[in-house]
């Protein structure tokens, strides 16, 4: 397992060679890595990867926001209050940490699944 790669991805970085500058705009990753080359989208359905890693850190944020709500003022909990802040929570995360998920999944894919030469060829 390439750690390195995984971190780089973690940092929104390019797993392959630590670039920066991989998105044209907030919701637009370039096809290739600005610095090495590196197509991005390794094959049909790649970013699904990056939709679980999205589903991952909800899920994990809303348990803690919903758990720790209940927890810090049992007995009269503020049902609404927690609905409202689970439901923005749910809503605002996906949004926000977009770029994140994408690269935190290439790094993930890229620790376990080493890219080849052909991956890493600059674009005509």
């Known amino acids: 397992m390439d750690l390195q790669a995984l971190g780089r ?3 929104r970085r390019c797993p392959a060679c630590g670039g920066r500058g991989l998105f044209a705009s907030y919701f637009t990753l370039h096809e290739h890595c600005p610095t090495c ?3 991005f989208e390794r094959e049909d ?3 699904l990867g990056a939709m679980i890693v999205a589903i991952g850190v909800v899920i994990a944020l809303f348990a803690l926001v919903f758990l720790g709500g209940v927890l810090l003022t049992w007995p009269d909990v503020p049902w609404t209050a927690l609905l409202i802040a689970t439901v923005l929570l749910n809503g605002l995360v996906p949004v ?3 770029p994140w998920c994408m690269t935190a999944w ?3 894919h890229h620790a376990f699944v080493p890219g ?3 991956e890493t060829e600059r674009p005509r």
């Open 37 to 39: 080359g590196l197509r």
């Open 45 to 47: 359905g790649y970013w």
């Open 116 to 118: 080849n030469r052909h």
């Open 106 to 108: 290439m790094g993930l």
């Open 9 to 11: 991805g973690l940092a």
């Open 96 to 98: 926000v940490l977009y």
